[in-house]
């Protein structure tokens, strides 16, 4: 069949006429159609090459959470410079992608972008100190709280199979270890909730904690901190939410009190008459 199309008054008409009858050869010699799918993807080669400019999967999350582990690690200190270059080069990406890395720890309040500067790992101050330890307490008491009415005895046993590993971590002076472990210890607790905004929400609190530990020179002692999680896990044990509750609290209030919280003077006289 063959259609026409006829314009007139802005209005289409549409005229057939048999075409196996007008012009039969036509007909006996036509070639066969083929059928292209429109849902046919690129061709093979296009592919390839879509694939070749994508970037790696997971490039930007792997900056995040490496740069994320070295400070809870303590090994990268507040005010750091964290050149782009630098980065790209260490990750062997584009900079393109440190920087999606960069401003996601900047989202994250891990890490302070400044305008012709660049990035630098964050350096809180008393009052955001303050705060994050105040947060902290008021979540994990609740957490604890909960915990005491649902956990089980197989948790039990895993929370006593994570301080095993913290007190090796102790015992062999493995400052890194120790220092992930004892933070682990709260992600643990969370997890056994079940709840993930909970466990996501209180590791940036974790890691904004690290900071303020490094910025401000934490002396709460890793023996300290390790014989703190022994009693709250006894009390989750014995089911005491009183205890348990009290328990978490006082070891956040611990933490925060021996950190140099107290603001000290700008006086040039008073700096120099203290020497």
Same mark, same amino acid.
């Given at each position: ?9 802005? %209005? ?6 048999? =075409? ?13 159609? /083929?059928?292209? *799918? ?10 390839? /090459? ?21 400070? =809870? ?14 980065? !790209? ?7 393109? +992608? ?6 996601? +720890?900047?989202? #994250? ?11 630098? =790992?964050?350096?809180? *101050?008393? $009052?955001?100190?303050? $705060? =994050? ?11 604890? /709280? ?5 956990? @089980? ?11 095993? !590993? ?7 002076? #493995?400052?890194?270890?120790? @220092?992930?472990?004892?933070? #682990? ?6 997890? /056994? ?25 934490? *002396? &709460? *002692?890793?023996? !300290?901190?390790?014989?703190? &999680? %022994? ?12 205890? !348990?509750?009290?328990?978490? $609290?006082?070891?956040?209030? &611990? ?6 919280? #107290? ?11 203290? $020497?």
């Amino acid at each position: 069949m063959i259609l026409l199309l006829a314009h007139r008054c802005e %209005v289409y008409t549409l005229l057939f006429f048999d =075409v196996s009858q007008e012009f039969p050869s036509m007909v006996r010699n036509r070639p066969d159609l /083929k059928v292209i *799918s429109a849902e046919a993807g690129p061709r093979p080669a296009l592919r390839r /090459k879509a694939r070749a400019a994508s970037p790696p999967a997971g490039a930007t999350q792997r900056i995040v959470e490496s740069i994320t582990e070295a400070i =809870v690690a303590r090994r990268l200190m507040p005010g750091t410079k964290l050149s782009e270059q630098k980065l !790209a080069d260490i990750f062997k990406v584009s900079r393109t +992608l440190v920087r999606q890395a960069l401003n996601q +720890l900047s989202r #994250d309040r891990l890490v302070t972008l400044e305008p012709a500067r660049g990035a630098f =790992v964050a350096m809180p *101050s008393i $009052e955001e100190a303050h $705060e =994050v330890f105040e947060a902290r307490r008021m979540i994990e008491a609740a957490m604890v /709280k909960r915990l005491c009415s649902t956990v @089980t005895s197989l948790q039990i046993d895993e929370f006593r199979a994570h301080l095993k !590993a913290e007190e090796a971590a102790v015992a062999r002076t #493995d400052v890194p270890g120790r @220092t992930r472990l004892l933070g #682990d210890f709260h992600i643990v607790l969370a997890q /056994k909730l079940g709840n993930q905004v909970l466990v996501q929400l209180l590791g940036d609190l974790l890691s904004r904690s690290s900071l303020i530990s490094l910025m401000y020179q934490s *002396s &709460h *002692s890793a023996e !300290a901190s390790l014989a703190e &999680h %022994v009693a709250i896990v006894d009390a989750l044990e014995r089911r005491d939410t009183r205890a !348990a509750v009290r328990l978490a $609290e006082d070891h956040l209030e &611990h933490v925060e009190r021996n950190l140099r919280l #107290d603001p000290r003077s700008s006086d040039l006289a008073q700096i120099l008459a203290a $020497e």
